[in-house]
């Protein structure tokens, strides 16, 4: 609402100053406020106030009439009329609470949203119908062109590129026949061997060398080359691999002989001592499974876990000297 005088209701501008009037506190021009009187509520001193507090303050007027006191008609007029341009009242909301007023905006909104479209007529939809039947429709795609489209979709190998197990076809053969098979194929391997033996290596004399230098190292390399194949294939047949034999009593006894002597207890050499090699206490057995070392009764238990002392063997020491003193 624009700010006017509270007195002749002109418009405050840069021109018209509002002023206040120390007695009501109500906003008036200059021209209205033109008295000048004492105001209790300033001390009792000197100033600016409008001709209804002057009246009141010089004359002694009661309060009562002071307040019985209205503003001009004019203004009166004036703020009727602004009130009416910034609320024009509508009929259909005339005796409604505010809850309906807005319940009735909310309606109407509504009804202008949800306003039919214009349908379309029989012309328009035969004519929609005839352009789709002119359009060229393309080919429709296979079924793994649409598998390879949503592979690339998803980001994942499309199924043709993924490797196929290979399929083998069951084996419709009685077992007489695979045993007759089997028996062919190897027939047909000793045979082979068979020819190879008779053969017998090819050596260098069989080859006819041509005159040239360039021919001839052409054909050593040829030559050699076909030595090497030779070779490899008789290697990969077996044909070459020696015959183990089985060794005879003799081997066997020559066998024997070092693992009795490994078992046997070694001769004493005069400086060994007759000590436990861990406790120096009197030795009084001997370990063939530790190189022959001295061990008391107490130290080749605690030495020797479940597994040594099964594997390993004792025998009883006894020192040639036992009277003699270290």
């Known amino acids: 609402m624009e700010s006017r005088c509270y007195g002749c209701a002109v418009k405050f501008s840069l021109f018209k100053k509002e002023n206040g009037c120390k007695n009501c506190g109500r906003a008036f021009c200059s021209g209205c406020l033109s008295?000048?009187?004492?105001?209790?509520?300033?001390?009792?001193?000197?100033q600016k106030v409008c001709k209804q507090c002057y009246e009141?303050?010089?004359?002694?007027s009661t309060p009562a009439n002071a307040s019985k006191w209205s503003p001009p008609q004019n203004y009166k007029k004036?703020?009727?009329?602004?009130?009416?341009?910034?609320?024009?009242?509508?009929p259909r909301s005339k005796g409604l609470t505010h809850q309906d007023q807005v319940i009735a905006e909310r309606l109407a909104r509504l009804r202008q949203e949800n306003?039919?479209?214009?349908?379309?007529?029989?012309?328009?939809?035969?004519?929609?119908?005839?352009?789709?039947?002119?359009?060229?429709?393309?080919?429709?795609?296979?079924?793994?062109?649409?598998?390879?489209?949503?592979?690339?979709?998803?980001?994942?190998?499309?199924?043709?590129?993924?490797?196929?197990?290979?399929?083998?076809?069951p084996d419709t053969r009685t077992e007489a026949q695979q045993a007759q098979d089997l028996l062919t194929q190897l027939t047909a391997e000793v045979a082979?061997?068979?020819?190879?033996?008779?053969?017998?290596?090819v050596t260098l004399q069989d080859c006819h060398l041509p005159d040239s230098d360039d021919d001839e190292e052409t054909a050593i390399q040829r030559v050699v080359q076909q030595l090497t194949e030779e070779a490899t294939?008789?290697?990969?047949?077996?044909?070459?691999?020696?015959?183990?034999?089985?060794?005879?009593?003799?081997?066997?006894?020559?066998?024997?002989?070092?693992?009795?002597?490994?078992?046997?207890?070694?001769?004493?050499?005069?400086?060994?001592?007759?000590?436990?090699?861990?406790?120096?206490?009197?030795?009084t057995l001997r370990c063939a499974g530790c190189d022959g070392d001295l061990y008391c009764v107490r130290c080749f238990r605690e030495g020797h876990d479940a597994f040594d002392l099964k594997e390993h063997q004792t025998s009883a020491y006894h020192p040639r000297h036992a009277g003699r003193e270290y």
């Open 35 to 46: 008295f000048s009187a004492a105001v209790p509520r300033a001390g009792n001193t000197q």
């Open 56 to 60: 009141v303050l010089t004359r002694g």
């Open 78 to 90: 004036r703020m009727a009329a602004l009130e009416a341009k910034q609320k024009p009242s509508t």
């Open 115 to 169: 306003k039919p479209k214009s349908v379309p007529s029989q012309a328009e939809i035969e004519a929609r119908l005839a352009a789709l039947r002119d359009e060229p429709q393309g080919s429709v795609p296979s079924t793994q062109e649409m598998e390879a489209r949503l592979a690339a979709l998803q980001g994942r190998v499309p199924p043709s590129w993924t490797p196929q197990p290979a399929y083998q076809t």
């Open 192 to 201: 082979i061997d068979d020819s190879w033996e008779q053969r017998g290596p």
């Open 233 to 283: 294939l008789d290697e990969a047949s077996g044909f070459n691999i020696p015959v183990e034999t089985t060794p005879g009593p003799q081997a066997q006894s020559c066998k024997a002989e070092p693992e009795a002597q490994a078992l046997a207890p070694k001769p004493e050499a005069d400086e060994e001592l007759p000590w436990c090699c861990i406790c120096n206490e009197d030795a």
